[in-house]
């Protein structure tokens, strides 16, 4: 089984910035895909970005050119840089690991206008 933890959340002004980590701990492959989705208040949980075993990244158009995903193998962590905030990001962000099925306990990402 695999561990996920992340940290980074917090409370910003608009336009601000954040930078989430989800660091992986247990049965971990440096191969693996890995995700960040988020859940606001009355909302279904939604995908936010994705990072392959190859390095391809793939990002929901709302994030798309503020937000970038990227890896660090040899720590088996995960990041997620978030640049231009807006209070619609407001969310609980959440680490994905697709191969394991296993989510993180997420981290509270508040935007203030």
């Known amino acids: 089984q695999v561990q996920l933890a992340e940290s980074g959340g917090g409370l910003v002004q608009a336009g601000g910035s954040l930078r989430l980590s989800c660091a992986a701990s247990?049965?971990?492959?440096?191969?693996?895909?890995m995700g960040w989705y988020r859940q606001a208040p009355g909302k279904e949980r939604e995908f936010v970005a994705r990072i392959y075993g190859d390095g391809r990244t793939y990002y929901s158009d709302s994030v798309k050119g503020r937000f970038t995903i990227s890896r660090d193998n040899a720590e088996n962590t995960v990041y997620l840089q978030m640049n231009s905030l807006k209070p619609e990001d407001t969310a609980i962000y959440y680490c994905?690991?697709?191969?394991?099925?296993?989510w993180g306990q997420g981290t509270q990402v508040t935007v203030s206008s």
């Open positions: 247990g049965r971990t492959r440096s191969t693996y895909d």
């Open positions: 994905y690991a697709y191969s394991y099925d296993h």
